[in-house]
C-alpha cells in the first residue's frame, strides 16, 4: 500500500517531509488512506469491533492475569474524530475517537493445567463474597452507581460469531464458573475460551502542538483469546 508509506511510524515522517506537503494536503491523504483502509477491511470480511462485542468479550478472565490499562493521554484523538465526523459510521465503538478494531472469525482455544494459583484465588474470592453477603457489608456498596448494561447486550458466556446463525457458538469454560474443591484443587482442568481468529488495530500517539505525530500504527493480531483482548492494545 504505497499510501501507508508516507504514515509508516519508522519511515513516514521523512517520506512526508520529502513531499513538503501542506497540513491541509497531508490531512487530505491521511482520509484517502483511511478511506482504502476500511474499504479493504470490507472486502476482507473484516468487521469493526462494536461495544456490545468488547464489553462480553471483557466480561471474565482467561490467562492473562495481570493488571492492564491503555494509557489514553498518549493516544491521538484528533485524526480518528475528524476522519468519521467527514466520513459517518453506523454503531462506532466508544473508543473510536483513539483506536479502532476489526476482528474476523471466531476460533477456540483450550488449555490444560493444574492453576494451583488461579484456583486459590477463585477460591479466596468466593469466601470473601460470602463473607460480605453474611456480614451485610456488600449494602455498604450497592449504593454506588453501576453503569446499566446497554440495550440488547447479551449476558452470556456463549460468544456467536454471526447473529444471522443462532447456532454457531463458542461456550466459555472458565475456572470462576466451575465447582471448585480441596479433591480437584491437585488435578489438572481444562479451561476454554473462544477467540478472534485476525484481529487489527488502528490508532495513532499523541504528539505535540509543535511536532503533530503523522504515523498512523496497523498491528496484526492472530488468534486472540477474548477475555485478554486487552493485550493488543499494549504498545
Not at 462506532?92 to 472469525?105: A, C, D, Q, T, V
Request: aromatic share 10%.
Amino acid at each position: 500500500m504505497q499510501l501507508y508509506s508516507l504514515f509508516d511510524p519508522v519511515s513516514g515522517k521523512e517520506r512526508l517531509q520529502q513531499q513538503n506537503l501542506t497540513p491541509e494536503e497531508i490531512e487530505t491523504l491521511e482520509f484517502n488512506f483511511m478511506t482504502y483502509l476500511f474499504q479493504v477491511m470490507e472486502k476482507s470480511n473484516f468487521k469493526l469491533l462494536s461495544d456490545e462485542e468488547f464489553d462480553i468479550a471483557q466480561s471474565g478472565k482467561y490467562l492473562l492475569n495481570l493488571p492492564i490499562k491503555v494509557d489514553e493521554s498518549k493516544l491521538d484523538k484528533k485524526l480518528l474524530t475528524k476522519y468519521f465526523k467527514e466520513h459517518p459510521h453506523d454503531n462506532l465503538p466508544e473508543f473510536s475517537n483513539k483506536y479502532i478494531i476489526f476482528r474476523r472469525g471466531i476460533g477456540i482455544d483450550r488449555t490444560t493445567d493444574y492453576f494451583f494459583i488461579e484456583k486459590v484465588d477463585v477460591m479466596i474470592s468466593r469466601a470473601w463474597r460470602s463473607l460480605l453477603r453474611v456480614t451485610r457489608i456488600d449494602r455498604l456498596f450497592s449504593k454506588k452507581q453501576h453503569l446499566k448494561p446497554k440495550n440488547g447486550t447479551k449476558k452470556t458466556d456463549e460468544i456467536n460469531e454471526d447473529e444471522e446463525d443462532p447456532e454457531l457458538f463458542v461456550e466459555r469454560i472458565r475456572l470462576e464458573k466451575i465447582e471448585l474443591s480441596l479433591k480437584n484443587l491437585m488435578s489438572k482442568m481444562t479451561i476454554q475460551e473462544p477467540t478472534f481468529d485476525r484481529m487489527i488495530v488502528v490508532y495513532r500517539r499523541a504528539g505535540t502542538k509543535t511536532e503533530p505525530d503523522r504515523g498512523i500504527f496497523v498491528k496484526h493480531f492472530k488468534n486472540i483469546p477474548m477475555a485478554d483482548m486487552e493485550i493488543v492494545l499494549v504498545s
